[in-house]
């Protein structure tokens, strides 16, 4: 596997980035320094169609996200993309010490189960390049299928944390799949407090990155940076997109662009109560 260094990534881009990545002081104490990032097109689009991946970013900005992830403790994304990109949520930039990321994977009903073996986060764990997965499941659904999801967490390394899954406020949902609903608080919280984890990567999908833009803590969003890559490309109609449910205003918004892609990175706004 080879790996990036800071002679590949592109000019400016750590001062740039640098008031964006983890802070000591952030919006909520109880909670990791959450980034939320992904790559876009133009249409707002993060894949030409639901399962089918799609390479939008560069590669001069698919280094920077790798020496995004070099400082964050935890990479977390849903389900859908685990089943669509079969990825390896490793961080390929050179850093000292190492950096060993935790994936985190927001699986309700654990799906997980399927598509495990022979995957390339399998691979990445027996490799020792990633930490074993934090799978975040339903309480309910840990309750009906208790025995099987501890054999094979503990065949495969898997460590499981469940969340009583409730029906109001914002929460979890898996890209139009119909997911019981988990407090995106509850699974951060437990995230710091029972893993030790005090920063946090969100990378996608659809679903998961909606509905952490409207969510909130304490009337601030439980975002603290936003950092989007938009490619110059239109992937049309069919495409999954992000667009949350409610208006989200930004601020604190700056761009860089690069060869190909630019980078808009940004605080959410408080909403006006």
Known sequence: MSYFTHKDLPVGIPKFLEKYLPQTQHNHDKLPFITLTYAQSLD??????????????????????????????????????????????????????????????????????????????????????????????????????????????????????????????????????????????????????DFHIQSVMVEGGAGVINSLLVSEYNHKSIVDSLIITIGPVFLGKDGVEVSPADEVDLENVSWWTGIRDSIMCSDVKKKQI
Not at 69 to 98: M, W, Y
Request: net charge positive; aromatic share 4%; hydrophobic share 40%.
């Open 44 to 193: 707002s689009r993060i894949s030409k169609k639901r399962g089918l991946r799609t390479v939008i970013s560069h590669i001069e900005t698919k280094v920077v996200t790798h020496y995004i992830r070099s400082l964050h403790d935890a990479l977390l994304i849903g389900i859908n993309t685990v089943l669509a990109d079969d990825p390896g949520l490793n961080c390929r930039f050179e850093s000292k010490p190492q950096r060993i990321i935790t994936p985190v994977i927001i699986d309700p009903k654990f799906r997980l189960q399927y598509v495990y073996a022979h995957s390339k986060l399998e691979k990445n764990v027996s490799s020792g390049s990633i930490n074993p997965p934090i799978v975040v499941v339903s309480s309910k659904v840990l309750e009906m299928m208790g025995e099987s999801i501890k054999k094979l967490a503990g065949a495969h390394q898997l460590r499981i944390l469940a969340i009583e899954p409730h029906t109001a406020g914002t929460g979890v949902t898996i890209d139009g799949i119909k997911e019981p609903v988990l407090s995106w608080c509850q699974i951060f919280k437990a995230l710091k407090q």
